[in-house]
T-cell receptor
Framework: GQNIDQPTEMTATEGAIVQINCTYQ??????LFWYQQHAGEAPTFLSY??LDGLEEKGRFSSFLSRSKGYSYLLLKELQMKDSASYLC??????????WGAGTKLIIKP | SQTIHQWPATLVQPVGSPLSLECTVE??????LYWYRQAAGRGLQLLFY??????ISSEVPQNLSASRPQDRQFILSSKKLLLSDSGFYLC?????????????FGEGSRLTVL
């Protein structure tokens, strides 16, 4: 079957760095997405990886290893507004998105 | 620029009542359209998607249905709601599936069935 695994919850301190991991098992692979979702709101797009390596976008970076079925989202210089859920999603051979349950990130001052 | 809007934002409905959620997209043509449901602690569940007018694919058998009467309009309906239909419903659009396929979500509709 198809499956996405990511931690349920993580806690980090304002100004620090946090890494949210995601492992995936899909029928074929056509890219991996990270979305941010604040409580009660819709998800918003953060990053897309289809090739191995690191993609950097400001304070956020996303890494992909296709051979390991693994990705992570790295958040630097954490701010209180980064408190949110972070959703990992992989696109399968039919170009359908398989979603993880999300990682709730709690930022403490 | 492209925008997506869905309504209503919140609704409370009794069991057995009908449902209609509406979603419209502006600023793009022939988008792929999606209805998702999000339950607490679970990943987004794809309910329906559409690649064109009148073309609806259902991912999960249930008492919900979807229609696409116009290119940029997507409607989620039910004739009789169940308690298990409660959740956060999200409409989304994307460009053609062969591209990056980034999803753009509407604001969401929170449905409580009592």
């Amino acid at each position: 079957g198809q499956n996405i695994d990511q931690p349920t919850e993580m806690t980090a301190t304002e100004g620090a760095i946090v890494q949210i991991n995601c492992t995936y098992q899909t029928s074929g692979f056509n890219g991996l997405f990270w979305y941010q979702q604040h409580a009660g709101e819709a998800p918003t797009f953060l990053s897309y990886n289809v090739l191995d390596g690191l993609e950097e976008k400001g304070r956020f970076s996303s890494f992909l290893s296709r051979s390991k079925g693994y990705s992570y989202l790295l958040l630097k210089e954490l701010q209180m507004k980064d408190s949110a859920s972070y959703l990992c999603a992989a696109k399968d051979s039919n170009y359908q998105l398989i979603w993880g349950a999300g990682t709730k990130l709690i930022i403490k001052p | 620029s492209q925008t997506i809007h869905q309504w209503p934002a919140t609704l409370v409905q009794p069991v057995g009542s009908p449902l209609s959620l509406e979603c419209t997209v502006e600023g793009t043509s022939n988008p792929n359209l999606y209805w998702y449901r999000q339950a607490a602690g679970r990943g987004l569940q794809l309910l329906f998607y559409s690649v064109g007018i009148g073309q609806i694919s259902s991912e999960v058998p249930q008492n919900l249905s979807a229609s696409r009467p116009q290119d940029r309009q997507f409607i989620l309906s039910s004739k009789k709601l169940l308690l298990s239909d409660s959740g956060f419903y999200l409409c989304a659009w994307s460009k053609g599936e062969m591209e990056t396929g980034e999803l753009f979500f509407g604001e969401g509709s929170r449905l409580t069935v009592l």
